[in-house]
């Protein structure tokens, strides 16, 4: 029987390492730049770099577990970081992180990495981990990526694990805790750092609702009869709903936006003092300092924006739930509703709603008409 081993293609995926058993096909990597050039042996074998190597033995050490009964944890999710890489590499770095945490964490002295799923783990392991983060939101986070491994794995058939010991296991219950800026602390806001390069940035999530990072990646090319357009790939939801961002460049940015575009042709044209996009960490420091000087609550965040741009359309009347859930790019009104409508805490806002429900007062019926049949 032929044993497998890395071999090297110029054609294949713009040339790369690979490695061939079970009938599949497995891409280990590109060729490093400081590695000797790609050659075969006397004995017909290429020369695979230590870091290529690397990744032979690990997959052939993940492959070698296929016909065991059953598996440890740490495995499991090996193997699904793996399979999870090829089609999106990103969400598979932050799942390694999380995973990697939930495997070293010791329950009982024994590290849960090493449990086997079917005979050994329960959900007791994911719900102590998941309580020493003191966040629901991280909770319900890291539970649901737990449940997704496993789920993953029930439904692979070359993996023998029956069940799924973390369906048990439920997830904390998360109610929005953003709030929302009123217009007199963004006016604030603008005031103290005196109109400089961040208040544009303030500007155009106060006039659109739209998420930080949207508003970070705008470029002078997304602009296109009035909207900002952004690529599936360049957006939050893009990979789910396979669509377009689009978000509405409106009157009051106009002046903005083309004194931006003319100065940053090219690249984001929301930039700081240095020429650089500003990213959620910079924005952190601003509203920090904001925070510092009493201008605004603990609470306060970007996001706020996003949120008060969704309080405010709906307090005003003029859009429906559908039509502002479509401004923030949600398919359904049900994330509106859940998360973004903060029009409920306001009491003048409800009042009008009854005032304008009210019934007409019933007339009194004729004496005539009056049921005789008592």
């Not at 400081?34 to 695979?48: C, I, L, Q």
């Not at 003191?134 to 449940?147: M, V």
């Not at 939050?236 to 940053?264: A, Q, S």
Request: glycine share 6%; proline share 5%; charged share 30%.
């Amino acid at each position: 029987m032929k044993t497998p081993f890395p071999w090297y293609s110029e054609r294949r995926s713009g040339g790369g390492w690979f490695i061939k058993f079970d009938g599949d096909q497995k891409f280990l990597g590109k060729h490093p730049a400081d590695a000797p050039k790609p050659k075969k042996g006397r004995d017909g074998r290429w020369n695979p770099p230590q870091v290529i190597l690397d990744e032979f033995y690990k997959l052939m050490a993940l492959r070698d577990t296929a016909s065991k009964s059953d598996y440890a944890l740490e495995t499991v999710c090996a193997l699904y970081l793996m399979e999870l890489a090829e089609t999106n590499p990103d969400l598979s770095k932050r799942y390694k992180q999380t995973l990697g945490h939930f495997c070293d964490f010791e329950y009982r002295g024994k590290k849960v990495g090493t449990l086997l799923v079917n005979a050994e783990l329960e959900g007791i392991h994911l719900r102590q981990w998941a309580e020493t983060f003191p966040s629901d939101q991280t909770q319900r986070t890291y539970i649901n990526c737990c449940k997704a491994v496993l789920t993953w794995a029930v439904r692979k058939k070359s993996i023998n694990i029956s069940h799924n010991p973390f369906l048990s296991v439920k997830s904390p219950k998360i109610e929005s805790r953003a709030v929302v800026i009123s217009r007199e602390k963004h006016e604030a806001l603008l005031k103290f750092w005196n109109n400089d390069c961040y208040c544009d940035f303030l500007q155009a999530m106060w006039f659109t609702g739209a998420r930080p990072g949207e508003i970070a990646k705008i470029e002078a090319r997304h602009l296109e009869d009035g909207l900002w357009r952004l690529a599936p790939t360049e957006h939050k939801t893009g990979r789910v709903t396979g669509k377009d961002r689009v978000i509405g460049v409106c009157d009051e940015l106009y002046e903005i936006v083309d004194r931006l575009t003319t100065k940053h042709p090219t690249g984001p044209i929301f930039r700081n003092s240095q020429g650089r996009p500003w990213t959620t960490q910079a924005s952190f420091v601003r509203f920090e300092s904001a925070r510092e000087k009493k201008i605004i609550r603990k609470q306060v965040t970007p996001y706020a924006y996003r949120h008060a741009w969704a309080t405010h359309a709906l307090e005003n009347g003029r859009l429906d739930i559908y039509e502002v859930a479509k401004a923030l790019g949600h398919q359904t009104t049900q994330m509106v509703m859940l998360h973004y409508d903060h029009s409920r805490k306001n009491a003048d806002h409800l009042r009008d709603i009854f005032q304008r429900a009210k019934r007409e007062p019933t007339s009194p019926a004729p004496e005539g008409n009056q049921d005789q049949s008592r």
